[in-house]
């Protein structure tokens, strides 16, 4: 079972930031935190991934909270490219055996121009 | 560098039938997903190999699903019987190793009727 909860929609202005929340409160120390996204019909994008400091790459922000029971997806300026459902995932560090993904129902986000 | 490859992208069948799905993971992966994905939910894991060995099949209806992956490159998944249940997206997806973000293909899309 997904171990996060989500928004299943929002909204955003083309060119402003999506700020995509998630909750975690049962994620452990040694558990990251994966965004991903789905634009229709392809296949799911990694986006980021955080253990507890806040993480940037070209594509988005993580911030995680100090308690890491939630985090933020920042799509610092949105496009209308960026519509897709966004998984947040929370995944074990590397251990023996299986590292499987569990998604969730994740946030349809809609960017509107 | 190239991505999952995967086909038929879309493929139907009557129930009863057979049909089998090919992917090509990105050159050196080590690690190779299978996940299903029914219309409106997130992907489900169906089976892990790390090479040519089976790391989780736990959600793997093996009655009826069969898996392979040919000299841990290449893979197949195999349906035979098929049931109108298992119309879903088919989704292949590769990892560098296990814990690496994984690269999804943009799947195939099944109709059994």
């Known amino acids: 079972d997904a171990k996060t909860t989500q928004p299943p929609s929002m909204d955003c202005a083309e060119g402003r930031a999506a700020n995509l929340p998630c909750n975690h409160s049962?994620?452990?120390?040694?558990?990251?935190v994966y965004w991903y996204r789905q634009i229709h019909s392809q296949g799911p994008q990694y986006i980021i991934h955080?253990?507890?400091n806040n993480e940037t790459n070209e594509m988005a922000s993580l911030i995680i909270t100090e308690d890491r029971k939630s985090s933020t997806l920042i799509l610092p300026h949105a496009t209308l490219r960026d519509t897709a459902v966004y998984y947040c995932?929370?995944?074990?560090?590397?251990?023996?055996?299986?590292?499987?993904?569990?998604f969730g129902q994740g946030t349809r986000l809609t960017i509107n121009p | 560098e190239a991505g999952v490859a995967q086909s038929p992208r879309y493929k139907i069948i009557e129930k009863r039938q057979s049909v089998a799905f090919w992917c090509n993971p990105i050159s050196g992966h080590a690690t190779l997903y299978w996940y299903q994905q029914i219309l409106g939910q997130g992907p489900k894991l169906l089976i892990q190999?790390?090479?040519?060995?089976?790391?989780?099949d736990s959600q793997l209806p093996k009655d009826r699903f069969s898996a392979e992956r040919l000299k841990g490159v290449d893979s197949t998944l195999k349906i035979q019987p098929a049931k109108l249940e298992d119309s879903a997206v088919y989704l292949c997806?590769?990892?560098?190793?296990?814990?690496?973000?994984?690269?999804f293909g943009n799947g195939t899309r099944l109709t059994v009727t």
């Open positions: 997806a590769s990892s560098l190793l296990v814990g690496s973000p994984l690269h």
């Open positions: 955080g253990l507890k």
């Open positions: 049962t994620i452990s120390g040694n558990e990251y």
């Open positions: 995932i929370v995944r074990p560090s590397i251990i023996q055996g299986a590292q499987k993904l569990v």
């Open positions: 190999f790390q090479n040519n060995g089976v790391v989780d």
